[in-house]
């Protein structure tokens, strides 16, 4: 069976992360998978990590270099808690740079902590009700912890936003973070798992993909230089390595 992209199968919804949770998490997400014949599913770099309940306990979705396959069961529900920029590495105790492409029990992370965490969710009568109680168990965590890393947040903005063009990333960084060289990439592994380059990368094709979604009628050679690709080869190029597939066939 062909894989496809994670969110075009099954139901999957992501609202914003409740006061409670918004010190360290941007969204809550739900992904129910369809009751029978559900293909591989492939998960493409986002620049994220996830906090997930799958199977009746957490496990953690490291930060991406390249596409990932997963394999689930029919009819199973993942809930999701996606980090804020920066913030996993202060929330988990552990360097994004030790999960990179990891799919980890928070177990083998934690121990003791994570199983405590688990047995405060108990059976629930519906999705709804089970979230709400996944949002209070995990808000509980998260609350008085100072999990933010507010100069790598900012670090993931400038990425973001795009460097002014012919403009080289690494030393635009070091101006605005103030920072050596050493002391930025060793802070990006710390926050991101990878270096400015990497999440260069990254953001770079999502900011194609929001392009993409906002103006579907322009031409993809005009997107691709205004996401800051040099043309739309250079684009196809990356949305393989990215994907595994072209731009179009995303689209």
């Known amino acids: 069976m062909e894989a496809v992209l994670a969110q075009t199968t099954g139901f999957f919804r992501e609202r914003p992360a409740p006061q409670g949770l918004a010190g360290a998490f941007s969204a809550v997400w ?3 998978m369809a009751k029978q014949d559900v293909p591989p ?3 493409t770099p986002d620049a994220t990590i996830d906090l997930q309940w799958i199977d009746g306990r957490f ?3 490291g930060p991406d270099k390249e596409p990932q396959i997963e394999r689930l069961p029919s009819g199973s529900v993942i809930i999701g808690f996606r980090f804020r920029p920066g913030a996993a590495a202060g929330w988990l105790g552990v360097p994004a740079g030790e999960i990179v492409g990891g799919r980890l029990s928070l177990q083998d992370l934690w121990g003791r ?6 047995d405060r969710v108990k059976a629930a009568p519906d999705l709804a009700a089970m979230v709400r109680q996944l949002e209070n168990a995990v808000g509980a965590h998260t609350e008085g912890r100072d999990a933010l890393d507010p100069l790598m947040g900012r670090a993931f903005e400038l990425i973001d936003e795009g460097p002014p063009p012919e403009t080289p990333l690494v030393p635009f960084l070091q101006r605005h973070l103030h920072m050596s060289e050493r002391t930025l ?6 926050a991101f798992g990878y270096g400015p380059k990497s999440l260069d990368r990254i953001l770079r094709f999502h900011r194609f993909r929001r392009l993409q979604r906002w103006h579907s009628d322009a031409s993809t050679a005009l997107l691709a230089i205004e996401a800051g690709y040099a043309d ?5 190029r990356e949305s393989r390595r990215l994907t595994g597939v072209t731009p179009s066939a995303l689209a």
């Open 41 to 43: 599913i492939v998960i």
């Open 59 to 61: 496990r953690v979705a």
């Open 185 to 190: 990439r060793r802070r990006f592994e710390d």
């Open 232 to 236: 739309q080869a250079h684009l196809i």
């Open 30 to 32: 739900v992904h129910r």
């Open 113 to 118: 902590r994570a199983r405590e965490l688990s």
